[in-house]
């Protein structure tokens, strides 16, 4: 079973920064397609970035281009979401997530992963 652990999340005041991380368990993170999301509280679970197993195709949604940088360090196992220049909008519970080895193209909808972690809570307010 594919695992993942989010870490890094915390509150920060707008115009801050965090690193979150999504580190996988139980399985070799190389060749996954791996996707970061957020969902604020009363909304739906919106796309933020995606990057393919070799780093070499990443994607981000308008609102955050510019601000967040996905990255992956395959040998540790971990793929990282830079966060900068918060805005309170940027709230959320961010979750990162996997799609079946099969595919090896980005993807911002989230019924296109099957692995999912726990999330962790990202507060901007001042």
């Known amino acids: 079973q594919l695992q993942f652990v989010e870490s890094g999340g915390g509150l920060v005041q707008p115009g801050g920064s965090l690193r979150l991380s999504c580190a996988a368990s139980?399985?070799?993170?190389?060749?996954?397609?791996i996707g970061w999301f957020r969902q604020a509280p009363g909304k739906e679970r919106e796309g933020v970035s995606c990057?393919?197993?070799?780093?070499?195709?990443?994607n981000y949604a308008d609102s955050v281009k510019g601000r967040f940088t996905i990255s992956r360090d395959n040998a540790k196992n971990t793929v990282y979401l830079q966060v900068n220049s918060l805005k309170p909008e940027d709230t959320a519970v961010y979750y990162c997530?996997?799609?079946?080895?099969?595919?090896?193209?980005?993807?911002?909808?989230?019924?296109?992963?099957?692995?999912w972690g726990q999330g962790t809570q990202v507060t901007v307010s001042s």
């Open positions: 139980g399985f070799t993170l190389d060749y996954y397609v």
């Open positions: 997530a996997a799609r079946k080895r099969i595919y090896y193209y980005c993807s911002g909808r989230e019924d296109d992963y099957a692995y």
């Open positions: 990057i393919v197993s070799s780093g070499g195709s990443i």
